[in-house]
């Protein structure tokens, strides 16, 4: 059975930093994507970073500069570092992974984590 588990949510002051892991059991995706959405109250989900399984990267234009994507050497867990928070990156984060980086773009990855709360205090 394939799972993705979010960590490293939390509460933090504006332009703080925090840092996303997304670890998956059950297999790896050295050949496919895998990514960072969010979804705000009373928002849609939406794509905020994805890693493309040759590096090639995406990010939302509200959050380029601020957050990184990356992967680790076995493809198993996906990171996002996210510095100089603002209260409007508030919102439950998830991991999706599996396919290409335009499918996990476009919400089609395969597999959903459960997502993780970060809250952004003002």
């Known amino acids: 059975q394939v799972q993705l588990v979010e960590s490293g949510g939390g509460v933090v002051e504006a332009g703080g930093s925090l840092r996303l892991s997304c670890a998956a059991s059950?297999?790896?995706?050295?050949?496919?994507?895998m990514g960072w959405f969010r979804q705000a109250p009373g928002k849609e989900r939406e794509a905020v970073a994805v890693?493309?399984?040759?590096?090639?990267?995406y990010y939302a234009d509200s959050v380029k500069g601020r957050f990184t994507v990356s992967r680790d050497n076995a493809k198993t867990t996906v990171y996002l570092q996210m510095n100089s928070l603002k209260p409007e990156d508030t919102a439950v984060y998830y991991c999706?992974?599996?396919?290409?980086?335009?499918?996990?773009?476009?919400?089609?990855?395969?597999?959903w984590g459960q997502g993780t709360q970060v809250t952004v205090a003002s």
């Open positions: 999706a992974a599996g396919g290409s980086a335009v499918a996990v773009r476009r919400g089609l990855g395969n597999y």
């Open positions: 890693n493309g399984w040759s590096g090639s990267t």
């Open positions: 059950g297999r790896t995706f050295s050949g496919d994507a």
